[in-house]
């Protein structure tokens, strides 16, 4: 009781609760920006962490990542741009929303279950956070696999419209994840001569050019002013929202545990959360037929989802200190250089640092209710300001991001060229979800498999033979077979109804 005492100390003192609503205010700036991502905001904060003590450090890292994740979704409402890849998943059902006028009642729907799946995630990295981290460990490459690919089916089947266009939009990012050195003979493909292109392409200059990119490039090549969001007066932040919590409760409570779940899985992360969540919503639905054109439901599960698998990824890194995603990646290098190693030890001697670094996570997602409110007041910036003078202020940032992940010239080239592909694709109706799930799973899926063949000697069934293994296989394969079944299943219940009736 006396070490739990002190770590309120640590964390209810002037320094720390101001450290975090500064934090909690440069992720909202950061998140609100196309193209600056979280784990961009946590990169930046590294240099000034070496001046803090360990308490307001993992505050400071702790409080931008959950702030940065729910500010994503501003632009994402208003201008169709996710802020961060976290909000990707439901960036239309958003932005569909707010040309109805309801851009204030998404976004505080967004904040309510954001912050709910951030406390459910909490909870369950301090009540559960052994037993996930060895669910967690027991998979190996056989599991990620099936994981990937359960991801990519997922991608086609949430797709708005034509399957077989998803399907090619995926198969457009799976070929932009080949790029790069081949992980068996190291030997180069689709370089093209490019040393940038060694390390293979970066997700988030697709993400800008495929969401930001192609956004500035339709306004700016359509005369339609409709595309713009209608300013409601009387559109309120939290009114709706009670009744729509209440409506879906079942859905803000399975996207929390997904999320906690799929974050807690090392590489996983916060967006692979977000994209599964928001897929299984759709499926258990019973309004399937409103998903796309801008319905609560999908928000819901999704936006619960990513904040839950923030908290979800803190469970390998500090049990086992394996990141669970590129935030707790950076983490675990603050950790150690605080003198906190990550691993079971950490439980046994941290003390009342473990309960401070469990309090800060409570303190920085109950932060966000209040500022995001002011965020969300304040959001008006995007309907008053001419179309005009925003776009060209977001394509800077936009080049400023695709820049500033690896410093590299090379990064802004990929963002524009895809943004002219994604324009293309976008005036044919392609979606542009499964190209970028395709190139964020796409590395995992050929690694996974390469490495379960060489563990196995070729041997396909090996896939099936481990328990966790074999019952995602069955997962997928029911997945992709689904549509042939419900057609089967029509096709004998119609000359049965046909009888009756006669």
């Known amino acids: 009781m006396e070490t739990f005492v002190q770590g309120l100390a640590m964390v209810f003192n002037a320094q720390t609760l101001l450290v975090i609503v500064a934090a909690a205010v440069f992720g909202l700036f950061v998140g609100a920006i196309p193209g600056l991502t979280a784990t961009m905001a946590v990169a930046l904060l590294v240099p000034i962490t070496f001046y803090m003590d360990a308490t307001p450090a993992i505050a400071a890292i702790v409080a931008t990542s959950a702030m940065a994740i729910f500010a994503g979704d501003i632009p994402g409402t208003y201008l169709n741009i996710p802020g961060t890849p976290a ?4 960036v239309g059902e958003s932005y569909r929303l707010a040309r109805q006028g309801r851009a204030r009642e998404t976004l505080g729907t967004n904040l309510l279950c954001s912050v709910f799946g951030g406390l459910f995630g909490t909870l369950v990295l301090v009540f559960v956070s052994p037993s996930l981290a060895e669910v967690a460990l027991n998979f190996s490459s056989f599991e990620y696999f099936w994981l990937a690919l359960l991801g990519l089916s997922c991608s086609i089947f949430i797709a708005i419209g034509s399957r077989l266009k998803a399907f090619l939009s995926l198969t457009v990012g799976l070929l932009l ?16 001569g490019v040393p940038d292109l060694m390390a293979g392409v970066n997700f988030i200059p697709v993400m800008i050019g495929m969401f930001a990119l192609n956004e500035i490039m339709l306004f700016y090549g359509s005369r339609n002013e409709a595309r713009s969001v209608p300013a409601m007066a009387k559109d309120s932040v939290f009114r709706q929202a009670p009744a729509t919590l209440r409506r879906y409760w079942r859905n803000m409570l399975r996207g929390s545990a997904l999320g906690t779940l799929i974050g807690a ?6 967006d692979i959360a ?23 439901e999908g928000i819901v599960d999704a936006s619960s989802a990513n904040n839950s698998g923030i908290s979800g990824a803190w469970v390998p890194a500090l049990v086992f200190g394996i990141p669970g995603d590129t935030i707790t990646a950076i983490v675990i290098g603050v950790l150690y250089m605080k003198g ?8 046994m001697n941290g003390g009342s640092q473990v309960y ?3 309090t800060v996570f409570f303190v920085a997602n109950l932060m966000m209710l209040p500022l995001g409110y002011l965020a969300i007041r304040a959001s008006k910036i995007f309907i008053l300001t001419p179309r005009k003078m925003l776009m060209p202020v977001i394509f800077t940032f936009c080049i400023v991001g695709a820049f500033a992940i690896n410093n590299s010239v090379t990064d ?18 392609f979606p542009m979800a499964p190209a970028i799930l395709g190139l964020v799973l796409g590395g995992t899926l050929e690694n996974s498999f390469m490495s379960s063949m060489l563990k196995s000697g070729g041997n396909l069934f090996a896939f099936f033979e481990r328990p966790i293994s074999a ?29 009756e009736k006669t």
């Not at 790069?180 to 003979?185: A, E, K, N, Q, V």
């Not at 899985?265 to 916060?270: I, N, R, Y």
């Not at 977000?274 to 609560?296: C, D, F, N, P, V």
């Open 87 to 90: 909000s990707a998943a439901y």
């Open 177 to 192: 994840s080949t790029v790069g050195l081949d992980m068996m003979s190291g030997a180069p493909r689709f370089t093209f």
């Open 265 to 270: 899985l090392p590489g996983a992360g916060a």
């Open 274 to 296: 977000a994209w599964i969540a928001y897929a299984l919503g759709k499926s258990r639905s019973q309004e399937k037929e409103k998903y796309g054109t801008g319905h609560i």
């Open 340 to 347: 906190m190693n990550p691993g079971p030890t950490i439980f």
């Open 356 to 358: 401070a670094l469990f």
């Open 412 to 429: 802004i080239w990929i963002m524009l060229v895809i943004g002219l592909v994604a324009f293309m694709l976008a005036r044919n109706d």
């Open 471 to 499: 019952a995602l296989g069955a997962l997928v394969i029911l997945i992709w077979l689904l549509p042939t079944l419900i057609k089967q299943f029509r096709r004998l219940r119609r000359p049965a109804s046909a009888g």
